[in-house]
């Protein structure tokens, strides 16, 4: 079953502008994580953030999860061109068998020079 | 460090013929282990799931299957593929419950 829901599907922004990615699930879970995936190839954990936080940071990365509303927000703040990637949030639940891990369908994120 | 590999990188099969990917894993043990397909410009599906040699489990009723060999080692096949196969084949790997998963470059598969 669909767990995580990112949105925008798409983003197109200029070199140095922050990118805002969300994402929605619908169980409770465990954690929720982000993933990076350069076209073409596998994906790359980016951050992950545990149940019981409310925000983390990692150099340009800011995630922030909100389980009230279940629903978590990638900010990727002075975007450079290499950017550019598809993003995926993932989630387990957290009633569910050997922490695998639920993905949505991704916001393809463009950042043009 | 760890490194995981999958092979070969793309392949072009006809509709009807077998299938063999192939992961492996280096610099952990007893990690669990996955297969994941991915249509173009989607997510990912989880197809297979394995906590240790010899244990597979299934997500998605399919006409493929896998394997366990070896503990670093993780085998997806087909007797008979469809067009419906073709896509972006990811395995990963997972330290226990840790929670990451680790993915190999891909298997890019064309059923003709």
């Known amino acids: 079953s669909q767990q995580g829901e990112e949105d925008p599907q798409a983003l197109s922004i200029q070199e140095g502008e922050n990118a805002t990615m969300n994402c929605s699930y619908k169980t409770s879970i465990n954690n929720l994580q982000w993933y990076r995936q350069n076209s073409g190839r596998g994906l790359v954990h980016l951050i992950l953030i545990r149940s019981n936080e409310r925000e983390k940071h990692s150099g340009r990365l800011r995630v922030t999860l909100d389980t009230s509303k279940k629903s978590s927000s990638l900010l990727i703040t002075a975007s450079r061109a290499a950017d550019t990637a598809s993003y995926f949030c993932a989630t387990d639940e957290a009633k569910g068998s050997q922490g695998n891990l639920i993905f949505g369908k991704g916001t393809k994120l463009s950042v043009k020079p | 460090s760890q490194t995981i590999h999958q092979w070969p990188a793309t392949l072009v099969q006809p509709v009807g013929s077998p299938l063999s990917l192939e992961c492996t894993v280096e610099?952990?043990?007893?990690?669990?282990l996955y297969w994941y397909r991915q249509a173009a410009g989607r997510g990912l599906q989880l197809l297979f799931y394995?906590?240790?040699?010899?244990?597979i489990s299934s997500e998605v009723p399919q006409n493929l299957s896998a394997s366990r060999p070896q503990d670093r080692q993780f085998i997806l096949s087909s007797k008979k593929l469809l067009l419906s196969d073709s896509g972006f084949y990811l395995c990963a790997w997972m330290s226990g419950r840790a929670g990451t998963q680790y993915f190999g470059p891909g298997t890019r598969l064309t059923v003709l």
């Open positions: 394995s906590v240790g040699i010899g244990q």
């Open positions: 610099g952990t043990s007893n990690p669990n």
